[in-house]
């Protein structure tokens, strides 16, 4: 990197804008890239990264962003926690990696207490960790199987789960996650999921859920199912959250068909949405959680936490893989639960929420291509549309990221249609910069 990293003065929490963004060092870093790296990795802002700390990104021309991304709900307990590199730190000079299949560590067995500790349901817990989100899905489907011996995974119109190859399969949206990568894994079959702003007027919950659960029991019948694959509030597909009673039903009739209920809480879970895990919003306990993303503070950690003779079901050896629950992802993780209990990041979640949705409505009245508002926590959402119409428009949620960009605070899209503009901020975030964040996005969503 070009920037010299000064871990003992962490960044000042405010924005500043030195050049147009991108700045000339991240232009030419561009230009290096596009001989080297894939094509088909795409990046959502070409801006370099030379540190990051709390809320805040600073890039190779000296250009500080505020960050309302978190890396996609990753850095929830901000960027580059003083405890989380001090643990990360610590670890590297006792030892970096031995394989937990070959000789194991007590830091895999301590993540894997808090796991069963902080997660839904007061029952006998097991875990096993892995390297990423896809990885914690594909295996949550393994001991599904394992467990039930039936083939079939029902999965949720509008869902992302990854990009391996089962995790394709089970992934709503054909571009760009799966567009050319075919054949897909098989025995993967799509309901309907609950989308109150275009389901039917009206349409409650329970009625989603029969909805798909009579597709599921015409088209696949339930004794072949081994598991329901549900994401509490839809990442990738909109955050779109269920009307109220949707999960609920699902799991009650998940459980009177032996089916096992798999929360994908990998974008939702660790206080993301103001509760440690979004199923305790509906006080729906599932069989089986797969996590990622905010678990451990930045470095990569995946994990399946849920009942011990589920996860026990499975034959030794069965489960694993060469680096799965590294040694420095584990302290990086202690040390990231520990900051999400000790400083109540739930509750920190809870107050942006509180801070930001009211104003997010109030310009809903002034903007008309704003059609709908919702979220839970520090995952809040806009749906763009054509004014007066449910046409998603993607292209005006280009514009406002890209104009929020400019002027140095960093917004993400989603959605089906990519017409959702999403707010993740790490939850240590300060006051005076989320509302300046906030200011910005409003004068963009004003003007665009
Ligand atoms: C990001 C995400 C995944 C995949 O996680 P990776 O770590 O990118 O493999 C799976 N499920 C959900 C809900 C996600 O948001």
């Known amino acids: 990197m070009t920037t010299v990293s000064t871990p003992a003065s962490p960044l000042e929490q405010r924005r500043v ?5 991108p ?13 080297a790296v894939a094509a ?3 990046s959502t802002l070409p801006v370099y990264v030379a540190r990051a700390s709390g809320a805040v990104i ?4 000296g250009n500080v962003l505020i960050d309302l991304g978190s890396g996609i709900a990753v850095t929830s307990v901000g960027a580059s926690a003083p405890e989380v590199t001090a643990a990360v730190a610590a670890q590297a000079a006792d030892f970096t990696h031995t394989c937990f299949m070959i000789s194991p560590y007590e830091e895999y067995v301590a993540v894997c207490e808090g796991l069963a500790r902080v997660t839904p349901g007061s029952h006998d817990k097991r875990s096993v960790l892995v390297n990423s989100g896809a990885e914690a899905v594909e295996n949550a489907v393994k001991i599904a199987r394992r467990a039930t011996g039936r083939p079939a995974v029902l999965v949720l119109d509008h869902a992302y789960h990854g990009r391996t190859n089962l995790t394709m399969a089970m992934t709503a949206r054909a571009m760009p996650y799966k567009t050319g990568f075919g054949p897909f894994a098989g025995e993967v079959y799509r309901v309907p999921a609950s989308y109150p702003l275009r389901d039917p007027e009206g349409m409650t919950g329970e009625q989603a859920a029969l909805r798909a659960i009579d597709v599921a029991e015409r088209q696949v019948g339930a004794d072949q199912v081994a598991a329901l694959v549900v994401e509490p509030i839809l990442g990738e597909g909109g955050f779109v959250v269920p009307a109220p009673g949707f999960l609920s039903t ?5 459980a009177d068909k032996g089916i096992v209920l798999v929360a994908d809480e990998v974008q939702t879970g660790f206080a993301r949405t103001g509760a440690m895990f979004a199923m305790e919003h509906e006080g729906v306990v599932p069989d089986l959680v797969a996590l990622a993303k905010g678990i451990a503070g930045g470095l990569p950690l995946g994990a399946v936490t849920g009942r011990a003779e589920l996860l026990d079901a499975v034959h030794a050896g069965g489960l694993g893989g060469t680096f799965g629950g590294n040694p420095l992802a584990c302290a990086a993780a202690l040390a990231s639960l520990e900051i999400y209990e000790r400083d109540d990041l739930a509750g920190a979640a809870r107050a942006i929420e509180a801070a930001v949705l009211p104003r997010l409505t109030a310009l809903q009245r002034d903007v008309p291509a704003i059609a709908d508002v919702r979220g839970r926590g520090a995952m809040l959402a806009l749906e763009l549309v054509r004014p007066g119409t449910l046409e998603p428009d993607k292209a005006a949620a280009q514009r406002v990221a890209a104009a929020c960009a400019a002027q140095g605070v960093l917004v993400l899209t989603c959605g089906t249609w990519g017409n959702v503009l999403r707010l993740l901020p790490p939850l240590v975030i300060g006051h005076d910069l989320l509302d ?10 004003r003007t665009v």
Do not use: F, M
């Open 40 to 42: 088909g990795v795409s």
């Open 58 to 61: 600073e890039d190779v021309d």
């Open 17 to 21: 804008l030195r050049t147009t963004i």
């Open 436 to 445: 300046e964040a906030l200011t910005v996005l409003e004068d963009a969503l």
């Open 250 to 254: 699902l799991a009650s009739w998940a």
């Open 23 to 35: 700045g000339p060092r991240s232009v030419a870093l561009g230009v290096r890239r596009a001989a």
